[in-house]
Structures are given as structure tokens and as C-alpha cells.
């Protein structure tokens, strides 16, 4: 008789935006070094009627850093939610689930991250442009009923 042995481990995490930086006990995605892949400040740019912190290498006066479990290990050791090191606040739970990377297990929110940030940048720049800016026109393979 063969006997077969069997382990399940979570390799990847998928949230809500909001209750990402909850789960790994970081600071929020709009804050300083709240970016969940790498170690930058971010830098926080007018857009549209208000602002924004964006976390992007050419804006940074920073050498681009990604996050490791190591790294984030310890600086959760020694962080505080009043004193955060490189975003992270402190220990977290899933830093003891076996064979999870909290560094690098988690992928982006689809809801936030695509479709309401580059889908509806997108949907706005073609809705509210010039036509000398953009043109729009229905594919001759739809037709209207
Ligand atoms: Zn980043």
C-alpha cells in the first residue's frame, strides 16, 4: 500500500486595498512607504482637484528598494504604529503562516488597482477629450438595434 502525503500552504494573498496594509500591519497605500513592493517614500502630486502619493522611481530622489521577507521581518520587530520602519507598523500574523512571503504574496487589487485606476483614467481622458485630442468611433461589427 503506497501512502501519499499531502500539504496545502498559502503561497498568495488577494485583498481588498484597504484591508491589505490591515492584514501585513503597514501603513496604508496613501501613505509614506505605503507601497506594498518596494521601499519608497512616495512622492505626493496634484491630481485632478486633489492630491495623490504615487510611488514612482523618476519622481524619487531614492534608489529604488523592493521589499523583501527578510527585510520586512525585521523592521516588524522593531517597528511601532507610532514610529512605522519603511511603512511597516509592526508584527503581523501571517508573518508566521509557513511558506507565505508577506513581502511578496500579495498581488494587486483588481477592483482598485486596474479597473478603477487605469480603466477609469482611461474611460475619463476618452469621455471628456477634444476631438482633436481623441477620436472615437463605433467598429463596423457593432451595430446599433
Ligand atoms: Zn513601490
Known amino acids: ?15 481588498d486595498s484597504c484591508a491589505c496594509p490591515m492584514l501585513r500591519n503597514c501603513v496604508q497605500f496613501n501613505g509614506k512607504y505605503g507601497c506594498d513592493w518596494c521601499k519608497q517614500e512616495g512622492t505626493v502630486i496634484k491630481r485632478g482637484d486633489g492630491i495623490s502619493r504615487v510611488y514612482q522611481p523618476s519622481l524619487s530622489h ?9 527585510g520586512f521581518v525585521q523592521a516588524a520587530l ?17 508573518l508566521f503562516v509557513p511558506m507565505f512571503d508577506i513581502a511578496t504574496g500579495f ?31 463605433t467598429h463596423p461589427s457593432v451595430r446599433s438595434s
Open 1 to 15: 500500500m503506497t501512502r501519499l502525503y499531502s500539504a496545502v500552504f498559502a503561497v498568495c494573498c488577494s485583498t
Open 62 to 70: 531614492e534608489p529604488l528598494e523592493l521589499r523583501d521577507q527578510t
Open 107 to 137: 498581488v494587486p487589487d483588481y477592483l482598485h488597482c486596474v479597473l478603477l485606476g487605469v480603466v477609469r483614467m482611461f474611460a475619463n481622458l476618452i469621455g471628456t477629450a477634444k476631438s482633436t485630442q481623441w477620436q472615437t468611433t
Open 78 to 94: 522593531q517597528a511601532s504604529s507610532e514610529n512605522p520602519i519603511s511603512g511597516v507598523k509592526g508584527v503581523s500574523p501571517l
